[in-house]
């Protein structure tokens, strides 16, 4: 098994900065990429960010290109997620997954591991 924990998230103006952390533990020999996911009030869960544990190779949904970067310490199982110029339609839980298998890396549905979650608030 993998364990998830997320910190990091927070109450921060428009345009101001976060960076979120996920800290793995357990079989993380196991995994293959790891990703971050949002879910705001009375909406679905969705695919925010992911990279590659072995390569390094990023992908990102269109929405936050540009303005938040996802980065990995391999020898500290932690994945981050550096999200600058938040705007309040970035309020969201924050989640962080883990999978053990190759295949398309915004499908939520193929992540098996998750954590807790970490609030992320944004004020106008």
């Known amino acids: 098994q993998v364990q998830l924990v997320e910190s990091g998230g927070g109450l921060v103006q428009a345009g101001g900065s976060l960076r979120l952390s996920c800290a793995a533990s357990?079989?993380?020999?196991?995994?293959?990429?790891m990703g971050w996911f949002r879910q705001a009030p009375a909406k679905e869960r969705e695919f925010v960010s992911a990279?590659?544990?072995?390569?390094?190779?990023?992908l990102y949904a269109d929405s936050v290109k540009g303005q938040f970067t996802i980065s990995r310490d391999a020898a500290k199982n932690t994945v981050y997620l550096q999200m600058n110029s938040l705007k309040p339609e970035d309020t969201a839980v924050y989640y962080c997954?883990?999978?053990?298998?190759?295949?398309?890396?915004?499908?939520?549905?193929?992540?098996?591991?998750w954590g807790q979650g970490t609030q992320v608030t944004v004020s106008s």
């Open positions: 990279i590659s544990w072995s390569s390094s190779t990023t």
């Open positions: 997954a883990a999978r053990t298998s190759f295949g398309d890396w915004r499908q939520l549905a193929q992540y098996a591991y």
């Open positions: 357990g079989r993380t020999f196991s995994m293959k990429a």
